[in-house]
């Protein structure tokens, strides 16, 4: 049972440079988060989903999208990257209404040079 | 909106002694959730103890309880017995029901120390 899967774990990129971060989660959640960590810093959300072909912006969504395709996959794109952008970002999924618990990846760590 | 505080940026605490982590939150969403996380220094997000809104006790998961007071808007974190394993950040997040969106606070460093 892998959980939250993101990929990649690491990256960096020039000032400019586009990509895309994948979430994969395999527990059918409904909800999906993105989320930016700085360094000493709280988890700052960025975007999410409530389910399938959805998405709504979170606290600091200027620079990115995301799309929701599938329910198992949340992607995260980054189409003009800029160095604020370095961060570690965070995917998390979790299933209302029982769900107790929002599973979180390992992170990916993106730098932008 | 929604607005978490944690109002200790760093907490020290000798081993074996219990230590209180503050989070205070705000909504008007009957329906939410209050969450703590574990982030040691390797970096992973660390799942601890959930309590929901209409729950009426307290959660209790081993070491760590949550003390819960709903009319004060408070959700602590109690940590018994302290290790020095228990060194990391420890966030606060909550749910709401129908904002349906989870936000962190900022974060509480713990130093167990020997």
């Not at chain 1, 960025?46 to 198992?72: C, F, M, W």
């Not at chain 2, 000798?14 to 209050?34: F, I, M, R």
């Not at chain 2, 959930?50 to 959660?59: E, R, T």
């Amino acid at each position: 049972n892998a959980g939250v899967t993101q990929t990649p774990k690491f990256r960096v990129l020039k000032t400019g440079q586009s990509m895309t971060l994948l979430c994969a989660q395999d527990m059918n959640h409904e909800y999906m988060y993105w989320y930016r960590q700085d360094p000493g810093m709280g988890l700052r959300l960025i975007h999410y989903s409530v389910g399938e072909g959805t998405t709504a912006k979170g606290e600091v969504p200027d620079g990115y999208n995301v799309s929701r395709l599938k329910k198992q996959n949340f992607l995260l794109g980054l189409e003009s990257a800029a160095p604020s952008q370095t961060s570690v970002y965070f995917c998390a999924s979790r299933h209302p209404p029982t769900g107790t618990e929002a599973f979180f990846g390992q992170g990916t760590r993106l730098t932008v040079v | 909106a929604q607005k978490i505080t944690q109002t200790q940026p760093g907490m020290f605490v000798q081993e074996k002694e219990a230590v209180t982590l503050d989070c205070t939150y705000d909504t008007s969403d009957p329906s939410y959730g209050l969450f703590w996380y574990k982030q040691p220094s390797s970096g992973e997000m660390i799942f601890l103890i959930y309590q929901g809104s209409y729950d009426q006790q307290n959660a209790t998961e081993g070491r760590y309880s949550l003390n819960f007071q709903k009319a004060r808007k408070s959700a602590n974190l109690v940590i018994s017995a302290s290790q020095l394993g228990d060194s990391a950040m420890y966030f606060c997040a909550q749910f709401s029901g129908s904002a349906r969106q989870l936000t962190f606070g900022s974060g509480t460093q713990l130093t167990v120390l020997p």
